[in-house]
């Protein structure tokens, strides 16, 4: 079950629960609801006993804690976070363990591997159908569900094209819930431009490298390194790529401009940026950022036919610009 689905669809809560996948914002959710729902916050203090994998040598104390009683209260509830940084014979000594929940008392394991892997094999897997898996990997739906509820939640929002780079970026939650909270200090609507200014991170150095190539006048190493990343990603290259583009251009275009100052962030680079700056000039750095905008803007929206010609073509007017 998804996440959102256990969210919104209130399934029961049996004795056994995995909350699996790979986003640890929605497992922390995920857990405070389980809870939520099963005590009412009276009872919640006397009745949860909470346990970290890692740093138990066995598992002696949670099975007396879920072989306890409930005390005043309806269930006990044991959680048992961090399954996945477990060795494989630990891993099969808590599976162990949850094969023998006593009816009336609730384990909650936090396992977060995603539900596909191989190695290790998710414990809600070898589980099956006895455990409710909760599974907190995020789809595109998911990730736009939980930037609109965080945006309300800042008395904010953000134009299509921005909400669109923010949910198709690779940011993990707690990142992208941090760059929000940092664009909303700016103002109750957020642009791409701001976005593609100080929000958008992608762990591939190699976009940054490009950006870097290409507003340097280095056409060749540029589009090396973009045919590179559109050879292992045909489909996702183009936007960390335009994105990086548009900062580079963006910190180039800062510096370019009367008492410019550029972010703590990009101070390391100030020389290099510089050059840049001189050789392009204010004008030139600011059509450099607004064309790698657009470019970002149609591949997002879905209006380029082919993204890795909008690539190769901001690469070949940054070289022109030169």
Do not use: C
């Not at 949850?98 to 414990?123: C, F, H, M, Q, Y």
């Not at 939640?153 to 760059?179: F, I, M, Y």
């Not at 700016?186 to 950006?211: C, H, K, M, P, S």
């Not at 410019?260 to 020389?271: F, I, M, N, T």
């Amino acid at each position: 079950m998804k996440f959102y689905d256990f969210v919104d669809k209130l399934p029961k809560i049996g004795k056994l629960v995995i909350v699996e996948g790979v986003e640890r914002v929605f497992a922390e959710r995920a857990l405070a609801l389980v809870v939520e729902r099963l005590l009412p916050e009276a009872e919640r203090a006397l009745n949860v006993d909470r346990f970290s994998a890692g740093e138990l040598e066995s598992f002696r104390a949670v099975d007396a804690a879920m072989s306890a009683l409930p005390f005043l209260g309806a269930a006990r509830v044991v959680i048992v976070r961090g399954a996945a940084e477990l060795r494989a014979e630990a891993r099969r000594e808590l599976l162990a363990v949850a094969e023998r929940v006593p009816e009336g008392n609730v384990l909650v394991i936090e396992d977060l591997v995603s539900p596909a892997s191989k190695r290790p094999e998710p414990l809600g897997k070898q589980l099956g159908r006895a455990a409710l898996r909760i599974d907190t990997t995020p789809s595109l739906d998911a990730r736009e569900r939980f930037v609109r509820e965080t945006l309300a939640g800042l008395a904010a929002r953000a134009e299509p094209a921005a909400l669109a780079a923010l949910v198709e970026g690779d940011a993990q939650l707690a990142g992208l819930r941090t760059d929000l909270e940092k664009l909303a200090i700016g103002g109750n609507v957020i642009t791409l431009d701001a976005v593609l200014r100080e929000a958008l991170t992608n762990e591939d150095v190699r976009a940054y490298q490009y950006a870097s190539a290409a507003v340097a006048g280095r056409a060749a190493d540029a589009l090396a390194l973009a045919h590179e990343m559109f050879a292992a990603d045909p489909r996702g290259a183009a936007v960390p790529l335009l994105a990086a583009l548009a900062a580079e251009y963006g910190l180039v275009w800062e510096v370019a401009r009367p008492d410019g100052e550029l972010p703590l962030r990009a101070r390391w680079r100030e020389r290099e940026l510089r050059l840049s700056a001189r050789a392009l000039g204010e004008r030139r750095a600011r059509l450099g950022f607004e064309r790698a905008v657009r470019g970002f803007e149609a591949v997002v929206t879905g209006r380029a036919d082919d993204p890795r010609v909008v690539v190769d073509l901001a690469t070949a007017a940054a070289a022109r610009e030169r």
